[in-house]
């Protein structure tokens, strides 16, 4: 054995809402490295909207997590034992390895952040899948163009936060978000420059969208779902392009998705609705690492991340996401 760690692992399925129960904190034991092998001790780890189907056993785009076992995501940490070429002891990773203090991993399944071009945590926010997400729905999903006027949804959180940023710095002639709360539209306007927000926990989402966007809009990212694309469909002008990322409002349901109330209307509207899944858009990265890098420098870009501390409250923080706990990227740190 190399060293004692510990893991998160899936206890229990959730019946409907998931909840702390269905995890379990638990000692491991990692074995020495064999050769092509490396171990990683985590320095941080990503909890994602997603993670929650995979807590489901039903056939989706993405297997299930197995009970009993450690919980995947992505993590970025140091190598502390190398038996792999290229690979050396002290190298910051990211890896797809977290929910655990130590990974045990072929070398094949990291990547090395040679110099990383910015602190760490980054590279699962803004350098990572969520600003990537951001940057394939505002470019290629729902293209924003020159003068759009653009609805974000879940706007306070990691990857609508950067598409709000982006659709501004591609042109948008006005950005409205949604978020939960009053904090977080002063967080959007004042902190984001977003042009307006709308608090959906206010109620009226069609009326405050109609007051935030009265000519309507061009495009609308999607993070959300439900009564948010209900009132994104109510106020497309004609031609206009919606970006399905995400439907966080149905994700601790036990039922499918409802289609949109006035779906009608986007024949009539001649709407373009494309859904998304960032894992056909990785090669994308290289394109978008020095825009978001270049972004942060001359401050078109802003990463705010949400830091809580301690692998012990991942599964917390984690549910966290679905009472909007988190201003931009929320970060479980495990340890420098
Ligand atoms: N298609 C893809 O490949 C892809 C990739 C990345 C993310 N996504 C999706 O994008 C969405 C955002 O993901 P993220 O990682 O950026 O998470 P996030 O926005 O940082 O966190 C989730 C946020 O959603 C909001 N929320 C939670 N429940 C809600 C509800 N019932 N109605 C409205 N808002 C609600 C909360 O903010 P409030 O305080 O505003 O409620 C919370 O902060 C998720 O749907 C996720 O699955 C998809």
């Known amino acids: 054995m190399y060293v004692s760690g510990t893991q998160i692992v899936l206890r229990t399925r959730p019946v409907i809402r998931a909840s702390l129960e269905n995890f379990e ?7 020495e490295p064999e050769v092509g092998q490396v171990i990683v001790k985590n320095n941080w780890m990503s909890v994602d909207p997603y993670m929650r189907g995979r807590m489901d056993d039903t056939p989706s785009y993405i297997r299930p997590f ?6 995947e995501g992505g993590a970025i940490g140091t190598v502390v034992a190398s038996r792999a070429e290229g690979v050396s002891v002290g190298s910051t990773v990211s890896h797809f390895a977290g929910w655990r203090s130590h990974a045990l991993l072929d070398a094949t399944a990291v990547t090395v952040l040679d110099a990383p071009l910015i602190d760490s945590q980054h590279y699962l926010g803004l350098l990572g899948t969520t600003g990537l997400s951001a940057y394939v729905a505002t470019t290629e999903i729902a293209p924003v163009r020159q003068g759009d006027v653009v ?4 706007a306070a959180g990691a990857v609508g936060s950067i598409a709000g940023q982006l659709a501004r710095m591609f042109g948008a002639s006005r950005v409205v978000g949604s978020a939960g709360g009053p904090s977080k539209g002063r967080h959007l306007v004042d902190g984001l420059g977003f042009d307006a927000a709308i608090d959906y926990r206010a109620g009226d989402i069609p009326g405050q969208l109609a007051a935030a966007a009265p000519d309507g809009i061009d495009v609308y990212i999607d993070l959300v779902g439900g009564g948010h694309l209900d009132a994104a469909i109510g106020a ?3 031609g206009g392009r919606i970006a399905l990322v995400g439907a966080i409002s149905a994700y601790q349901e036990r039922k499918p998705l409802a289609m949109p109330a006035d779906f009608y209307r986007a024949y009539t509207s001649r709407l373009m609705l494309r859904g998304m899944l960032i894992n056909d858009h990785m ?3 290289p394109e978008w690492i020095p825009i978001a890098v270049a972004g942060l420098a001359d401050g078109n870009l802003s990463a705010t991340n949400t830091i ?3 692998l012990q409250n991942a599964p917390a923080a984690f549910l966290s996401l679905f009472a909007g706990a988190n201003t931009g990227k929320l970060l479980v740190r495990l340890g420098d």
């Open 283 to 285: 090669h994308r990265f």
């Open 236 to 238: 497309m002008r004609v």
């Open 151 to 154: 609805f974000v949804s879940a």
């Open 308 to 310: 809580v501390d301690g």
């Open 66 to 71: 197995e009970l009993h076992v450690p919980l």
């Open 25 to 31: 904190l638990v000692t491991m034991d990692v074995d």
